[in-house]
């Protein structure tokens, strides 16, 4: 799992200053290699002169890895160098390097055209990395697309000229990708010092949600993402071996057509979170299992010893099923359990709506920005950290060439499902909607038995009060507790397991994949398909969105005992 610091600065620093600048880059690696020794560091640099490159050469004196994203082509590009000895340190750096190339909209013809692109390409890294490393005199800026303007956007995801940040639905949510490292330094220039109040060459972590704070030690919010992350590829590395013989994959049966490019690695992605999420959902569920029958052989417990007044040895058995009970509950606590059951499974269907996009071609190849950054924004902030793997997924995805228009019915075969409601995930809801109600039915008709056979015993034992012997009338009364009390923890289980709301959902998401097929079997134009696509995935996310926070609502819990 890598950890993606983007770069921003300006390209004419005070060669003085060079050196220190060059150990303040040194020391913010280190210290990060340090903090999170589970998440490998990779660079995101356009190699522009001054702070990109000088970034890029602490890196590669690191073996940190280099991802170098072009706003146009290379020679186009290399003509806003200063010189020959500028164009050959950009050919050395770019060696080795992993590029993109990005067909961004814009012409290079002129310099509004070219500062056009310097901001989507700005954008682009602020969309795509975890944390923006920026080498700036924190003075507003006068240029387009300049350092100013790019961390502008990655506190505020506003930038002049574009308006999709201006107009997202969640605008007013709380925005977990606006973490940047701020190193104070000058610029080459008349009046090229810092802003007032910033001390030179001294770094800071600045967020819009925190401001600027100082210290090697980031904001602790941001800090908790990036132990999710860590968490996520240790579980990756214990798991692995038993991953690789029965991890999923959603590109079984593929068609013989040209694959897109991160593809591969979505679908990498994908399949450890699926199992993932299988393996801990079956450790909640034998958790939630046990604490539930331990908490009936507790409540049969205390009935034996208040109807027949001992023997002493049943206290000791009670004190010892609650500390079974308890001792459960401690393990699934402290090894996160139920929150990697969620956030694993809430990963895995943002990944499946990725690659399914990405294969259909619903994502435009020359947008910038993050396509999937309303997913989950409404929740926790802690769980920024799957957004942040699906921008790592987002890294690779090919912008070159829109994806064969022939992939539209494969995923919308694969997807969706067929129109009988037996395959793709139009089966899985409904499958799941029958099962919900099965369990809640046979739920509701074991309580109205115990409530039946309660009051049947009762009515014996008022009709029978002279005729029966003591040895029977406990019995009966052990019976007439015993009764309502496995039905209780029954109906408080289907509750914990939220089944009454599921069955809603599902039957909800049954009916907007169904329409989904109706529309796609209706038409034949591809623009028009991929946009039922797109129309699904944001279903899919939002209902991805209301199941986690729904579950988050019913932990594991000891309280019950």
């Known amino acids: 799992m890598k950890l993606t610091i983007g770069v921003t600065g300006h390209r004419n620093l005070v060669a ?4 220190a600048l060059r150990e303040q880059v040194r020391a913010f690696f280190e210290a990060l290699a340090r903090e999170y020794p589970g998440l490998e560091l990779q660079v995101i640099t356009p190699l522009a002169e001054g702070a990109d490159r000088l970034v890029a ?31 050959h340190e950009f050919r050395d750096l770019i060696e080795g390097a992993e590029v993109l190339s990005l067909p961004l909209a814009g ?105 600027r704070q100082q210290g090697p030690r980031m904001p602790e919010d941001y800090h908790l993402t990036m132990l999710r992350l860590q968490a996520f590829a240790a579980d990756d590395d214990t798991y692995r071996k038993l991953l690789g013989a029965s991890a999923r994959s959603l590109l079984a049966g593929e068609p013989p057509l040209a694959e897109p490019a991160g593809v591969r690695y979505v679908n990498r992605l994908f399949g450890v979170a699926d199992w993932l999420a299988i393996h801990f959902q079956r450790r909640v569920y034998l958790n939630m299992l046990t604490t539930h029958v331990v908490a009936i052989f507790m409540g049969l417990t205390f009935i034996l010893y208040s109807e027949f007044g001992g023997p002493h040895w049943l206290v000791y058995l009670f004190l010892s099923l609650f500390l079974t009970g308890f001792a459960v509950y401690l393990v699934g606590d402290r090894r996160e359990w139920h929150r990697k059951y969620l956030d694993y499974r809430a990963l895995a269907e943002g990944l499946r709506v990725q690659l399914y996009w990405n294969l259909a071609g619903v994502v435009e190849t020359e947008t910038p920005e993050f396509a999937y950054d309303n997913f989950l924004q409404k929740q926790d902030v802690d769980l920024g950290w799957i957004r942040h793997i699906m921008r790592s997924a987002s890294l690779y995805r090919d912008r070159t060439r829109a994806p064969d228009p022939a992939w539209v019915d494969w995923v919308a075969d694969h997807w969706v499902g067929q129109a009988d409601g037996k395959t793709g995930q139009l089966g899985y809801y409904t499958e799941k909607s029958i099962l919900k109600t099965r369990n809640l039915q046979r739920t509701a008709r074991f309580g109205s038995l115990s409530l039946w056979g309660g009051i049947l015993i009762a009515g014996v034992l008022a009709l029978m ?23 209780g923890v029954r109906d408080a289980f289907s509750h914990k397991r939220a089944e009454k709301e599921l069955i809603k959902q599902y039957r909800f998401m049954g009916k907007i994949f169904t329409n989904a097929r109706r529309l796609l079997d209706g038409s034949t134009d591809t623009a028009f398909r991929r946009r039922v696509l797109r129309a699904l995935g944001n279903a899919a996310l939002e209902e991805h969105a209301e199941w986690i926070l729904m579950h988050r609502e019913r932990p594991l819990e000891h309280s019950g005992l």
């Open 16 to 19: 003085a200053e060079v050196p």
């Open 57 to 87: 050469q602490v890196a590669r004196e690191l073996g940190i890895p280099l991802v170098v994203p072009l706003p146009m082509p290379r020679a186009e590009y290399e003509r806003d160098f200063s010189g020959t000895a500028s164009v």
């Open 107 to 211: 012409d290079t013809a002129g310099a509004v055209g070219r500062n056009h692109l310097y901001a989507q390409l700005g954008v682009f890294i602020s969309n795509h990395c975890q944390i923006l490393l920026a080498l700036w005199d924190g003075k507003p800026g006068d240029e387009s697309g300049g350092t100013a303007d790019v961390v502008r956007y990655h506190l505020t995801a506003v930038m002049p000229g574009f308006s999709a940040g201006e107009e997202s639905p969640n605008l007013l949510a709380e925005n977990e990708n606006d973490l940047a490292y701020h190193i104070v330094c000058s610029r080459d220039r008349p009046d090229g010092g810092p802003q007032a109040g910033l001390e030179e060459l001294h770094g800071y972590w600045l967020t819009a949600h925190f401001g």
């Open 465 to 487: 009060a002279g005729r029966i012997g003591p040895d029977e009338r406990h019995l009966l009364m052990i019976l007439m507790g015993v009764l309502p009390l496995i039905a």
